[in-house]
């Protein structure tokens, strides 16, 4: 799937480069690429959200509760944590994510942190404005007055929202990524990629609030719901399973 879709954006990229020239061979490689590509499937990946969030809050509460972990380490745990936990609340993507800035795109509004993305920094042109759910209040609190000064080892830090324990820099999109993975697989047993917090998220609401057909559109910021439908949830195949496993149940107790 991934050298095919490079091949395609090679082969597209030099056409518009040089419309003059034969890109016929180019287009054969990609045609053979189209006949064996496979996608993974998701569905041995898919966890639902509130999973997620307990997991990374319970990381939290293990990290600031351990006598035995270095300041340093206590500030990571926490940071791969939040990571987890505010990406299951607040479903953007990646490249935003790891972009998050404190002051511009993560702000303080009355009170209350936000996730504020100009129309520019979005997939679809449109701003993405988002609450925090305030659940995640005092451990944002915590992050950023105990424990991120930790990780930052200097008092003028960048204003990157996520910090390296390595040097205290802004951490990459292959970082921010690399972790998120890292994090699930520890806690929850499976390598949950960020990507696939948004299918996660679009089949949890399916799951959960069938009653708001649109929700998990908004959530994920699509302009219409057939994406979601076509690319993110999973909701029908997990109620599937949820009632194999009550009927499963149901035996076992006779």
Not at 99 to 122: D, P, Q, Y
Not at 213 to 226: C, D, Q
Request: proline share 5%.
């Amino acid at each position: 799937m991934t050298v095919y879709g490079s091949i395609h954006k090679l082969r597209r990229t030099a056409e518009i480069i040089a419309p003059g020239l034969d890109f016929a061979w180019l287009a054969e490689i990609e045609k053979d690429l189209a006949l064996v590509m496979r996608p993974r499937s998701k569905f041995d990946r898919m966890v639902l959200i509130e999973v997620l969030v307990e997991a990374a809050l319970t990381l939290i509460h293990e990290a600031e509760t351990s006598p035995n972990l270095t300041s340093l380490a206590r500030a990571r745990q926490v940071r791969n944590g939040l990571m987890v936990a505010l990406l299951g609340l607040c479903l953007i993507r990646l490249k935003n994510f790891a972009a998050l800035e404190i002051g511009r795109s993560f702000v303080e509004i009355k009170g209350r942190w936000w996730i504020v993305l100009a129309a520019s920094e979005t997939k679809e042109n449109r701003p993405d404005e988002r609450p925090i759910n305030e659940l995640l209040a005092p451990v944002i609190d915590r992050y950023l007055n105990q424990h991120r000064p930790v990780l930052a080892r200097t008092d003028n830090p960048s204003s990157a929202l996520w910090l390296s324990s390595n040097d205290g820099a802004p951490m990459s999109y292959a970082a921010v990524e690399s972790v998120i993975k890292t994090t699930t697989l520890s806690t929850v047993g499976i390598d949950v990629s960020p990507h696939l917090f948004r299918a996660a998220g679009a089949s949890t609401v399916a799951t959960r609030s069938s009653g708001n057909p649109h929700l998990a559109s908004a959530l994920l910021h699509h302009t219409h719901p057939s994406v979601t439908n076509a690319h993110y949830n999973r909701a029908t195949s997990l109620s599937a399973a949820e009632r194999l496993r009550q009927i499963v149940r149901q035996y076992e107790k006779k």
